[in-house]
């Protein structure tokens, strides 16, 4: 192997470095990087310099090094100043490590079967509301975000977080996230701060019907050393807003990519109906519950979810190496990292490239129809570990990812089952571009739709 040394792309603005290109489309600025630097460089995002792997063959090589690239204090940077939480206390006090893992552990396999029932009989309750039975008229996205709120919230958090006050304070926090991350006061964010003290105020306590995790995490922190009842409420609030945001996005993108094309709706409304029907578990209603058999059926729905995810997915897993160590490229040289040095992936390149996905702006429904397996893509004539990363990668991959599959599949399910539901507008909108690295992209725009309850 020989040493590659890593080319450091010049940056011609002062402090903000390539921050504002990165922010304005990362796409492009990747793009452009890779074409003139190769698959390895240096960019400077404000102050941080940062070495982005492009070549989604490399990222095996990545990801094997999790132990050595950490994203904790990455996070906890991010995290601590927005939601207001004390991030040296929560360091000092608690097993980061241990909670990571907890994340994980009660986030997946069985755990998820009453978590999924519980947002389904939410999501059943508000279906049921005079509302859907009269019909009405709206926005898409604030739709798909109510259901997604309402429902996801109290399945997670317990019976009654969820209401109206907290979804509006959400969507305030939600709004400014990306300048509350770029480090803007608060005091300059008309009702910010209320709405984060908004957001906290429900959180931070044991309620009935929480999920398993957070019965093991409050029973964790009620074991250790830690200001619970002051710092809990605020660490909370960014686990909600790390459960909302993302996810009702792609909820909202998986609907309307299904219901604004006629034959894929037929598709996905006739799979929901027959696999649906196989259910052997009923709710207390009478309605068949998307048990996990019946959730793993539903082939054609997640490969659609798998295409949306592909397309409105903005991850930018970004660690920091806690020693010296090296990245062996496909090329066939090795990355050196120095302790402390900022290192990331870039999923968007690799989920938007020609020669791995056919024209890649396109949504085609079957894209991973029975290609959800390692090695289904290639790229370079080889055969590619990882083709689809919008969860992240390594030890502190999102721990949300099960849970939020299965979330897509219930709302998609119950709205094609339940209601006649029209779009008003089937022209793709913009993609807020500034929210690389949040997660997702939200709309620019918003998509009309009308609803009825069928029966
Ligand atoms: C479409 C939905 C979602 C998307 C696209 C998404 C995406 C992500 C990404 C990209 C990360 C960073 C991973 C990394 O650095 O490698 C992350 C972390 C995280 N997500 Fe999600 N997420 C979604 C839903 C959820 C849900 C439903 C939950 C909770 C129930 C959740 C909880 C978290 C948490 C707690 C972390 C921090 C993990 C850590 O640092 O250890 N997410 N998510």
């Not at 552990?105 to 309750?125: A, I, N, S, V």
């Not at 721990?399 to 094609?416: D, M, Q, S, W, Y």
Request: hydrophobic share 40%; aromatic share 10%; net charge neutral.
């Amino acid at each position: 192997m020989t040493d590659t040394a890593i080319p450091r792309v010049p940056a011609f603005m002062p402090y903000f470095g390539h921050g504002l290109a990165f922010g304005r489309d990362a796409d492009r600025l990747m793009q452009d990087c890779q074409r003139q630097y190769g698959d390895v460089f240096e960019l400077n995002l404000a102050g941080k310099h940062c070495t982005f792997f492009v070549n989604p063959r490399d990222y095996p090589a990545f990801i094997r090094q999790s132990k050595h690239l950490r994203s904790e204090d990455i996070s906890l940077d991010i995290a601590a100043p927005v939601f207001g939480f004390d991030k040296q206390h929560l360091q000092d006090k608690v097993d980061v490590e241990h909670v990571t893992h907890m994340n994980q552990r009660f986030m997946m396999g069985d755990e998820l079967g009453p978590l999924t029932e519980r947002m389904q009989d939410k999501l059943e309750e508000i279906l049921l509301d005079p509302r859907h039975r009269d019909g009405f008229s709206g926005s898409l996205f604030d739709y798909a975000l109510e259901l997604i709120f309402m429902a996801g919230s109290d399945a997670l958090f317990g019976e009654g977080v969820a209401s109206p006050q907290l979804l509006e304070d959400f969507k305030v926090v939600d709004k400014y996230f990306p300048l509350l991350v770029g480090g803007v006061p608060k005091w300059l964010l008309p009702g910010v701060r209320k709405a984060l003290a908004g957001l906290a105020s429900p959180l931070g306590f044991p309620r009935e019907g929480q999920c398993r995790l957070m019965d093991e995490r409050f029973s964790y922190f009620a074991g250790i050393d830690y200001r619970a009842s002051e710092e809990l409420p605020k660490t909370d609030s960014s686990l909600l807003w790390a459960a909302q945001a993302n996810t009702a996005v792609v909820a909202f993108f998986t609907l309307f990519f299904i219901l604004r094309d006629p034959v894929v709706k037929k598709i996905i409304e006739e799979e929901v109906r027959s696999v649906l029907a196989t259910s052997d578990k009923l709710s207390p209603r009478g309605t068949p519950y998307l048990t996990a058999d019946v959730l793993n059926r539903m082939e054609k729905l997640d490969s659609c979810i798998s295409e949306t995810l592909r397309l409105v997915s903005a991850p930018l897993p970004m660690r920091q190496a806690t020693q010296d160590l090296d990245i062996e490229l496909v090329s066939g040289g090795t990355a050196h990292l120095k302790q402390g040095q900022f290192a990331a992936i870039y999923p968007r390149y690799l989920h938007m490239h020609p020669d791995i996905f056919e024209q890649p702006a396109e949504f085609r429904w079957d894209r991973f129809l029975g290609k959800q397996k390692p090695n289904s893509f290639a790229y370079q004539g080889e055969p590619l570990k990882y083709a689809l990363i919008p969860f992240g990668v390594g030890l502190s991959m999102c721990p949300g990812r099960h849970f939020a599959r299965n979330e897509f599949k219930v709302i998609t399910a119950l709205l094609l089952n339940w209601c006649d539901i029209h779009l008003q507008e089937t022209r793709m909108p913009a993609l807020d571009k500034s929210r690389i690295g949040l997660g997702s992209f939200t709309p620019k725009s918003a998509i009309p739709f009308r609803l009825k309850r069928a029966a």
